[in-house]
């Protein structure tokens, strides 16, 4: 096709996630994509691979960075080893809750963050929002920190994740997201940490079923899109593209909170055990991990700025 890559052409965008279809971030992007084909008059459209088609989130972030597939929909916490200002909202309880996380991403503080993705050939278009994510596990509801003692938990591929959960008193082991249902049930780990979202569509509550609401982090959600690729479009193009993602922001928050409640119920009513836990006795446990992921004076004021918003 030589018309291919023109102006006139139909261009289709891949993009990947991990979660199923109907999930609120892949709505959010699918939404997206809407926005863009018809805003450019149907010369770009979206194409999403849900259900981890093209990989595991690690192996995807490489496929969008080397431009393989042009959009991706993930977690920040696998970029807090290369993208150093992603450690700031991946933090513990650096939230004092969602309409915090809100005012600080929606904000210049969430624009520092996105300007920070491009080094390593990446677009930050978009926050989406991912909950809080809370411990859960086989063995028994989690109310205090010593109730964490010699468990095992799988945790999201970030060092923050594993010094939190030692920080703690557990195990952590870090790996894919679609190997967690098996080790949980070959007793490999004992459980996880995600949000209800997660929990319920990936059927964690099926071989975990003690959900202990900690609430560690509210860390958002990422959109990228392939710097090289971005760089192609015309400036006005780049505008309804960056338009279309912040369009598709408050489409994605509405289902997520729908989506919450809604994955919150089937859990409970399939027999999961959701408890409260003692929320200071975390988040006194967690200064180790600030004194190690804090080193130097850009996160620290960071931190700062984050904090300050009201
Ligand atoms: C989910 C997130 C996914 C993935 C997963 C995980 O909350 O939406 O992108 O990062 O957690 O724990 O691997």
Redesign the pocket.
């Known amino acids: 096709m030589l018309m291919l890559g023109t102006a006139s052409a139909q261009t289709v965008l891949k993009s990947s996630d ?2 199923p279809d109907g999930y609120p ?1 892949v709505e959010g992007v699918k939404y997206f994509g809407e926005l863009v084909k018809e805003r450019t008059g149907g010369r770009y459209s979206v194409e999403v691979y849900h259900s981890a088609q093209l990989g595991e ?1 690690k192996d995807t972030i490489e496929q969008v960075r080397s431009g393989v597939i042009e959009l991706n929909r ?2 920040m ?1 696998p970029f807090n080893g290369t993208v150093k200002e992603t450690i700031v909202p991946a933090l513990p309880y650096i939230f004092r809750s969602e309409d915090h996380m809100h005012k600080v991403m929606d904000g210049p503080i969430g624009d520092q963050i996105k300007a920070a993705f491009e080094p390593v050939g990446l677009v930050a278009l978009a926050f989406y929002d ?1 909950g809080a994510r809370s411990f859960y596990n086989s063995k028994r509801p989690i109310k205090k920190v010593e109730d964490m003692k010699g468990l095992k938990f799988r945790v ?1 591929q970030s060092d923050i994740f594993v010094d939190m959960t030692t920080a703690l008193g557990a195990n952590a082991t870090p790996m894919p ?1 679609g190997e967690v249902y098996s080790s949980i049930e070959t007793t490999v780990i004992d459980g996880a940490e ?2 209800f979202p ?1 929990y319920d569509t990936a059927k964690h509550y099926e071989v975990a079923k003690y959900y202990s609401m900690d609430e560690h982090t509210i860390l958002p ?1 990422v959109f990228v899109m392939n710097k090289a690729a971005f760089d192609k479009l015309t400036p006005e193009d780049q505008a309804i593209f960056r338009q279309a993602a912040k369009d598709s922001v408050a489409k994605q928050r509405e289902l997520w909170t729908a989506k919450t409640a809604e994955s919150r119920a089937t859990a409970e009513k399939v027999g999961a055990e959701i408890n409260e836990v003692d929320k200071q006795d975390f988040i006194d446990a967690m200064k180790p991990v600030y004194d190690k992921h804090i080193p130097d004076e850009v996160l620290k004021k960071l931190v700062d700025d984050v904090r300050a918003v009201q």
């Open positions: 991990t979660h971030t989130e993930v977690s916490a991912a999201i997201y995600n949000n997660s959600e």
